[in-house]
């Protein structure tokens, strides 16, 4: 089941930048996913269709794309085309992350590029279950909207001790129940050890990701997630489907 989009927007994400740059592993595929627009023809429906959708799209950056029909979901009126292309993955990517960290009320969460797109939604999502969240960043500017605009804690994302050197002045001797990592090198082990036993390590970068060799011989108490939702919507599209659904019902609001 298929369908035909005439597009509207397109959002951009850090994967389709590495893709560009030819530094994403392994086949990146097109750039391009996060599509709004107008389904013209729906398989599902064997009929034309006039009706505005978003989700994730085969090769969108053109005026019309094709999609497996369960990748996209209804747009809500509230909604425009341009707002609704920022949602899918960087929404997605952080309800996959705090599913499997089982994240809930109380359990501080350290994000880190907090003022990238998906450390947005996680600030969003992490203040919705009541969690607190500790967010690493670099410039000084970034610093000062998060003191002003999230109820974040932040840290620094260029040095990985400093990075630590702020948690532990925040927590003292308590630790944190999950990480959303996209930092690379120090960070990783310096995250995994601002973690209490049975945290949880949730993987969404693309460089120095450990194995899960490494993990288990460094820290076996720590549960450890690498998330890459292009795998996830191929292997799981009634999943992904269910997510977006989700999506779409939360944003109606």
């Known amino acids: 089941w298929r369908l ?4 509207c ?3 951009l994400n850090f994967r389709d930048v590495l893709n560009v740059l030819g530094e994403y592993p392994g086949d990146p595929g097109p750039p391009g996913a996060d599509t709004a627009g107008m389904v013209v023809v729906d398989s599902t429906l064997s009929q034309e269709t006039d009706r505005a959708a978003f989700g994730m799209g085969y090769a969108p950056l053109a005026s019309v794309a094709s999609s497996l029909a369960n990748l996209f979901v209804n747009q809500a009126t509230a909604l425009t085309f341009e707002q609704a292309c920022t949602l899918p993955v960087t929404w997605s990517t952080t309800h996959a992350a705090v599913e499997r960290a089982e994240l809930r009320s109380g359990c501080a969460i350290a994000v880190h590029a907090v003022m990238g797109g998906v450390g947005l939604k996680a600030v969003e999502y992490a203040g919705w ?9 670099g410039q000084p500017h970034k610093h000062a909207r998060l003191r002003t605009g999230c109820a974040v804690t932040s840290c620094s994302s260029r040095v990985a001790g400093a990075f630590a050197a702020g948690v532990v002045r925040e927590v003292g001797s308590a630790r944190l129940h999950a990480v959303l990592s996209s930092l690379s090198y120090d960070f990783v082990s310096v995250s995994f050890a601002v973690l209490g036993e ?8 693309k460089r120095s990701v450990w194995s899960l060799a490494r993990h288990r ?20 599209p009634v999943w992904m489907h269910s997510v977006l659904c989700l999506l779409a019902d939360r944003s109606s609001f």
């Open 217 to 236: 011989e460094c820290f076996p108490q720590i549960s450890y997630c690498t998330i890459a939702l292009d795998a996830d919507l191929s292997h799981t």
């Open 198 to 205: 049975g945290g949880a390590f949730q993987e969404i970068g």
């Open 129 to 137: 279950l009541l969690a607190p969240v500790m967010g690493s960043a």
């Open 9 to 11: 927007a397109v959002g």
């Open 4 to 7: 035909l989009l005439r597009v």
